[in-house]
């Protein structure tokens, strides 16, 4: 069994950067795609960025330029580098893990998910 485990949320000012960092166990992390999505009150889950095992990237459009996500396969952990944040940024930051490696942005792609962090950004 998988299991991940978030941590690096926290309060920032706008304009201000947090590292998240998603530790995982119990798996072969390195051939997994590992992705980070977010979820803000009264909001659907939605993807933020995502890496494959050859570490291409993928960015949703709002973040493209001010978050960076990277992997550390010999540590078991992906990061996600949160530049310039926004109010908007605002929500509980969940890592998930696809097993079969398909590098999507949709939530039912992935298998295995950890119990989220929260990012708060004040104006």
């Known amino acids: 069994q998988v299991q991940l485990v978030e941590s690096g949320g926290g309060l920032v000012q706008t304009g201000g950067s947090l590292r998240l960092s998603c530790a995982a166990s119990g798996g072969t992390f390195s051939s997994y795609a590992m992705g980070w999505f977010r979820q803000a009150p009264g909001k659907e889950r939605e993807s933020v960025a995502a890496?494959?095992?050859?570490?291409?990237?993928y960015y949703a459009d709002s973040v493209k330029g001010r978050f960076t996500i990277s992997r550390d396969n010999a540590k078991n952990t992906v990061y996600l580098q949160m530049n310039s944040l926004k109010p908007e940024d605002t929500a509980v930051y969940y890592c998930?893990?696809?097993?079969?490696?398909?590098?999507?942005?949709?939530?039912?792609?992935?298998?295995?998910w950890g119990q989220g962090t929260q990012v708060t950004v004040s104006s």
């Open positions: 998930a893990a696809d097993r079969w490696g398909s590098f999507s942005s949709r939530p039912g792609d992935y298998d295995y």
């Open positions: 890496i494959n095992w050859s570490s291409s990237t």
